[in-house]
């Protein structure tokens, strides 16, 4: 059964001037995730990324197609969409616990509920002792995590993560996708994952979807079947890698020649 289907989505934004000029953001995007599905989107800068993702939360609306989760048009927002940004955008008043309960509440959860809620995935990700620390007290590995525990916590159908790890040093970006894949492994999560980084995408996903350079087009769908955990420089890994670098220059050779010709 399929858990999400990406029908033919395009975005077309219209400037808020005068002049009402048209920019042409995704053109015609379609794939499908099956549930427990780890599909990681790349592309060159400006292609669409964060549009396509905004646009599966239900947080922008599409110039035309659907989103179907569970077999349901959903082109709306809802707690069943989980998205974690790259800005760690947890309200700073709140303390951990509140932040990852808010959503809960937001539903009509019980307080006592859902303090016990959030303190399960809370410990999930490893914070069990911070339940009471406010933003500023945390890192930003740790802010992150408290993000990725309130997405969690409305035990969506779908989580959505933009460059979750972008802003993270190496050490704690290489953990921190360790400990998403336990928690992918164990929870079934469905995911689409967006990342700059190649080596990132090929440790973690089932899918890569690279995207065309503006207007974002599916360029290629490569499956990777190697069992997880991974290898950073296995064999497998290093010549899907490569595929992936040589389509993804192309593309950026592609905007920078157009660019260069005015178009
Ligand atoms: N609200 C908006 N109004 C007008 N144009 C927009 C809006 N949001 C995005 N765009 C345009 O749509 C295109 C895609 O933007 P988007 O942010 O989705 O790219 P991206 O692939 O996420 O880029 P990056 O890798 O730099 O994060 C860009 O040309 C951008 O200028
Ligand atoms: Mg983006």
Redesign the pocket.
Known sequence: MKKAEIQNIT?I?V?KDDRKSE?L??DNISFDLAEGDFVSIL????????????IIAGL?KQTSGNIIINGKISNEPGPKKGMVFQEYSLFPWKNVIDNVSFGLKMQGMKKEDAYKKASKYIEMVGLGEFKYSYPNELSGGMKQRVAIARALANEPDIILM??PFGALDAQTRNKLQNELLNIWKNQKLTVVF?T?SVDEAVYLSDKIIV?SA?P?KIVKEIPITIPKPRTRTGNEENEIRDEVLRLLNHEKYLADASQLSGE
Do not use: I, N, Q
């Open positions: 975005k934004f400037s920019v953001a995704l592309g060159p800068s400006g292609c669409g990324k964060t549009t396509l993702l905004r922008e933009d460059e967006v700059h995207l503006r974002g």
